[in-house]
Nanobody
Framework: QLQLVESGGGLVQPGGSLRLSCAASGFGLDYYVIGWFRQAPGKEREGVSCISGQGGNTNYGDSVKGRFTISRDIAKNTVYLQMNSLKPEDTAVYYC?????????????????????????WGQGTQVTVSS
């Protein structure tokens, strides 16, 4: 399993931008999917974006398509989430998570039941607040 540490959260005005970072340690990213999830108060955890280890293919949740971009720096073992055109409804704690996979695609399936999600390692989360 990877150890994951998020950073980059904060307070931003609507329409603004933030870049989150997820620093991984323990293994390289070549065979690990990294996903970003978020959870707002009183709501279920939601898949935001993921990037596959093999091929670097990406996937996005419908609510962030066209506004968020996931990328990675293999040399730094770090995955980024660039968030543009932020809205108040993007306010949440953002988590990065990972699972091992040799496939070239990734999924954003989440469940509180660990048997129903592939993600088995999680960071501690970083707060993003979008407010004027």
């Amino acid at each position: 399993q990877l150890q994951l540490v998020e950073s980059g959260g904060g307070l931003v005005q609507p329409g603004g931008s933030l870049r989150l970072s997820c620093a991984a340690s323990g293994f390289g990213l070549d065979y690990y999917v990294i996903g970003w999830f978020r959870q707002a108060p009183g709501k279920e955890r939601e898949g935001v974006s993921c990037i596959s280890g093999q091929g670097g293919n990406t996937n996005y949740g419908d609510s962030v398509k066209g506004r968020f971009t996931i990328s990675r720096d293999i040399a730094k073992n770090t995955v980024y989430l660039q968030m543009n055109s932020l809205k108040p409804e993007d306010t949440a704690v953002y988590y990065c998570a990972s699972y091992w996979s040799f496939k070239t695609e990734c999924n954003l399936r989440y469940s509180d039941d660990p048997l129903k999600t592939d993600y088995d390692s999680w960071g501690q989360g970083t707060q993003v607040t979008v407010s004027s």
